[in-house]
DNA sequence: ACCTGAACACCGTTCAAGT
DNA sequence: ACCTGAACACCGTTCAAGT
């Protein structure tokens, strides 16, 4: 091999290198949302963060939506997989979307993108690999390993979704879930009894405790109608 | 009682009466965001499928944020309740919250609209109380009713978000299910075997039948975790 | 290769003015 | 009471120009 250094001298025009990249860019943007919700991330602002033109940034991103998958992607890469050590998958699943939603709940106001995006980008994958991975190993077959995500993985994003829409809500009051509002206002008791009955019941309920119990109420429903028979070879 | 009719002659000036009333716009503005998604809905647009500058608006509604509002108490008004005779919970609450997605898949770019929002309006609530109903008459108590809402409205939510985000994707095929884009994608089956070996099944997996059956894994686990026993009166 | 600044076609909303 | 038109403070993105 003909060694090709050094064809340049050190003295070389001092060729710019680049003071962004796409990490970067991203990890501002996700700050931004952050602190100010989804509204409040704008090419403009992203680039005075950074302290560049917001025009720079396309040097780096084609648009808008690249840094919105790009956020995805460090988003799912920052959820906590459980470990493996052969623990029983309804404990592992569990696990799982619990680390999920944490995941999510330390940014709020980024709920709202991860629900409306359909394709993630690829380093957004593992978590969801793993839980097929959990149900395919517990016996499921394919059909009932991939319905089996399906409702968690809705039922996470949904809860969330419940969980912090009251951020995005301008008539917001402090507290947790949405169905803390109602109990604020008049609700009619002749024509809803049930919700002027149990709105309070809504609201003193924490999430925390209340979300891995709900969990564990669909894996029941999945282990007794969704997994065959134990014992059984997982059919293939 | 005094009649106070006539006061008037009937060659009043011609006092204007509104071209306009909330209900008429708030049609106008679910019919912009059917036709052309979320980003669709304009004030300036908005006036012009009324025949109306945009600022005339302002007359009948405070902001845009008014008519999202007006927009989601008819959107739940639009639900078709099931009729309630005396058949099984189980039944029930399936029907009524296929009834729900049944609405929202006939204005799909709207889900996310009725995801994002904390507070519904009070027209809204009909079918919130019905499934608390349900459950209350089923035996479940005040918490079993409201825990055993939240799974099935954030399962609901969730699923349709999945089912219906691939519109709201720049990148979208014209295929159901946002998953099917990863079936047309290299995925790397070295890293990601169980996902790589599910994405057809997911893709192939048709959602009009995989919803209700969905719904009924999580109902069973509704009825051996949450429900006391039956014959017990439910506790107030 | 990287960054800038003016410009374009949009937003929601305010405000003074018309009838 | 209802509607208009100009204006303000924003958007995302393009494009020609600078180094």
Redesign the interface.
């Known amino acids: 091999m003909v060694q090709q250094r050094a064809v340049e001298p050190d003295d070389t025009p001092p060729r710019a290198r680049p003071r962004l990249s796409r990490p970067a860019i991203a990890e501002a943007a996700l700050k931004l949302i952050d602190d100010g919700g989804m509204p409040a991330l704008t090419m403009r602002r992203l680039g005075q963060a950074l302290g560049v033109e917001a025009m720079s940034l396309y040097e780096y991103v084609a648009n808008k939506?690249e840094i919105l998958e790009d956020i995805l992607g460090s988003l799912f890469n920052e959820v906590e997989l459980p470990d493996q050590n052969d623990r029983p998958w309804e404990e592992l699943a569990c696990e799982l979307f619990c680390a999920f939603r944490c995941m999510l709940l330390a940014h709020p106001h980024a709920v709202?993108l991860v629900?409306?995006?359909?394709?993630q980008p690829?380093e957004a994958?593992?978590p969801?690999?793993m839980s097929?991975?959990i149900f395919?190993r517990a016996g499921f077959g394919?059909?009932g390993?991939?319905?089996a995500h399906?409702?968690l993985?809705?039922?996470?994003?949904?809860?969330l979704?419940?969980e912090t829409?009251?951020l995005?809500?301008?008539?917001?009051v402090p507290n947790s879930w949405?169905t803390a509002?109602?109990a604020l206002?008049e609700l009619?008791a002749d024509?809803?009894?049930?919700?002027s009955?149990?709105a309070q019941?809504?609201i003193d309920?924490v999430a925390d405790e209340?979300f891995p119990?709900?969990l564990?109420?669909?894996?029941?429903?999945?282990r007794?109608?969704?997994r065959p028979e134990p014992g059984t070879a997982s059919p293939t």
């Open positions: 939506d709202t629900a409306s995006r359909a394709v690829l994958l593992a969801i690999e097929l991975g395919r394919r059909q390993a991939v319905d399906r409702v993985q809705s039922f996470t994003i949904g809860y979704l419940a829409s009251v995005n809500d301008p008539t917001a949405g509002a109602y206002r009619p024509t809803l009894p049930h919700l009955e149990l019941v809504a309920r209340q119990a709900l564990m109420v669909i894996i029941s429903g999945l007794t109608e969704l």
